[in-house]
């Protein structure tokens, strides 16, 4: 069975960094996209960043210039480097995987931006 399993997250205050990953195991396939998603108290959950087998990266217009997505395909990884942080970055953070035609989750890693 896939499971993913996220980590990294944790209480920083506004500006200060934090790197999330989320390693995926029983793999048996290549992943064809991996993305992390996040949801606030009373949101709906939004997406963060995709990031596809090649590289190929997209992003949320609230996150570009801050957040940058990476995977190591050997270690069946994705990370999300988040830089500057900001208070409305607080969030569950999930990551997400696709192999055809299944959908992978995460539980989730709490995120939180406070002075």
């Known amino acids: 069975q896939v499971q993913l399993t996220e980590s990294g997250g944790g209480l920083v205050q506004p500006g200060e960094s934090l790197r999330l990953s989320c390693v995926a195991s029983?793999?048996?396939?290549?992943?064809?996209?991996l993305g992390w998603y996040r949801q606030a108290p009373g949101k709906e959950r939004e997406l963060v960043a995709t990031i596809t087998t090649i590289g190929t990266q997209n992003y949320a217009n609230s996150v570009k210039g801050r957040f940058t997505i990476s995977r190591d395909n050997a270690k069946n990884t994705v990370y999300l480097q988040m830089n500057s942080l900001k208070p409305e970055d607080t969030a569950v953070y999930y990551c997400?995987?696709?192999?055809?035609?299944?959908?992978?989750w995460g539980q989730g890693t709490q995120v939180t931006v406070s002075s």
């Open positions: 997400k995987g696709s192999i055809y035609p299944y959908n992978y």
């Open positions: 029983g793999v048996r396939r290549s992943i064809s996209l």
